[in-house]
């Protein structure tokens, strides 16, 4: 990997010299350069060079930047990841945020670290170089392990307190966004642009994700043949039955499990010959990013899960710092910039179609997004 860094470094200070006339004659003199106005790079953008340079030769600093490549952690979780005091790692994350190279997040009392965008950079092109790089390279396997157990460790707690807290869940999301306050703007969203009114529903299935106590099912049961909801907490999942039976929706079916459990199972179906498994019109998932461990896992398998032309709609909370929300209703992120879910759904194949955002009380804002695959 040092090795590759440092072929950049070569071939940039290559393309610098190449730049200047190697005829003696054609030459300016010391004076006349100091003399001459900046071209091209002027020396901000050549510091900013550098800093990146130097940032990334180092090899733990670029392992650091390969496991930031799809999560974000704080820095007691990156010392636990790479074994290193909480001194060091700040060093080191201070050296990579001041090169540009990641961002950070509050969420409560703690900082979270991501990779920076190219996009956003001063030097888009050497970033997405030096990113491609990165990712191109196999993690190791004791880091692996130990970034598979940090990522288990999140989604048990997520799990406990859904089972232990299904009772009194819909009071908490109350608290913070219910979903009556943008109920309008996802069916309006969803007879948009698929036309419900104009094709029969004989040829359209939804799924939605994380459903909760199925407050939303309804909408969905009215607009399609079939309806999946999907949960991987079994005691949401039993309150979501409870709903659909007092409401009387029979073109509801139940899966305990998640997009992942989903898709494996749409697999079989579709190499076992007789039955196949039909790819679903519309996938919802109403705040349920800042529940999951892999939210950018939920866009990619969604996009897998969708026939072509389908669309899928994510309502979910701004970035926010109000980390109370992590006890009362068992967040794991405190929401998410647009930025964010649109590199997630681009890296998935899926294009943004619209959106809109609302602002809710107790200083919460929602943010809905519909995303097409072509």
């Not at 930047?65 to 799809?70: A, C, G, K, N, R």
């Not at 190791?140 to 130990?146: K, N, T």
């Not at 907490?233 to 039993?238: K, Q, V």
């Not at 897998?304 to 994510?314: C, K, S």
Request: contains cysteine; aromatic residues 6%.
């Amino acid at each position: 990997m040092l090795l590759l860094i440092g072929f950049v470094c070569l071939n940039y200070r290559k393309q610098l010299s190449e730049g200047w006339p190697s005829n003696r004659a054609s030459m300016m003199s010391s004076s006349a350069i100091k003399k001459a106005p900046p071209t091209g790079m002027d020396r901000l953008g050549m510091a900013g060079v550098e800093a990146l340079l130097k940032a990334s030769a180092d090899g733990l600093r670029l392992n650091i930047l390969q496991v930031l490549q799809h999560d974000s952690y704080g820095v007691l979780e990156l010392c636990n990841l790479f074994a290193i005091k909480q001194s060091a790692m700040s060093h080191h994350l201070k050296v990579l945020a001041l090169a540009g190279l990641v961002t950070t997040r509050r969420e409560g009392n703690a900082i979270f670290y991501r990779r920076a965008l190219p996009a956003v950079t001063n030097n888009e092109a050497l970033v997405s170089q030096l990113f491609a790089s990165i990712d191109a390279q196999p993690l190791d396997a004791v880091m692996q392990h130990a970034v598979d157990r940090a990522q288990q460790h999140r989604s048990e707690c997520s799990l406990k307190f859904f089972a232990e807290n299904s009772e009194q869940f819909k009071a908490q999301q109350d608290l913070i966004a219910p979903i009556d306050e943008y109920r309008d703007a996802l069916n309006e969203l969803i007879d948009t642009l698929l036309q419900v009114p104009q094709q029969p529903l004989s040829y359209k299935q939804a799924i939605e994700i994380g459903p909760g106590e199925g407050t939303y099912l309804a909408d969905l049961a009215q607009r399609f043949e079939h309806v999946i909801a999907l949960d991987n907490a079994e005691s949401m999942l039993e309150r979501c039955r409870r709903t659909a039976t007092r409401k009387n929706l029979g073109n509801i079916g139940f899966i305990h499990g998640t997009t992942t459990d989903l898709l494996d199972l749409t697999r079989q179906l579709n190499t076992g010959g007789a039955v196949a498994a039909r790819k679903a019109n519309c996938i919802v998932a109403n705040m349920v990013l800042h529940h999951n461990v892999k939210p950018q896992l939920i866009f990619q398998e969604a996009a897998e899960l969708l026939a072509v032309a389908g669309i899928f709609i994510v309502s979910e909370l701004c970035q926010h710092d109000q980390s109370w929300v992590r006890e009362a209703a068992g967040d794991v992120w405190l929401g998410f910039q647009e930025v964010q879910l649109a590199q997630w759904a681009d890296m998935a194949g899926l294009t943004r179609v619209a959106g809109s955002y609302t602002a809710l009380r107790n200083g919460f804002r929602i943010q809905i997004h519909a995303y097409i695959k072509h």
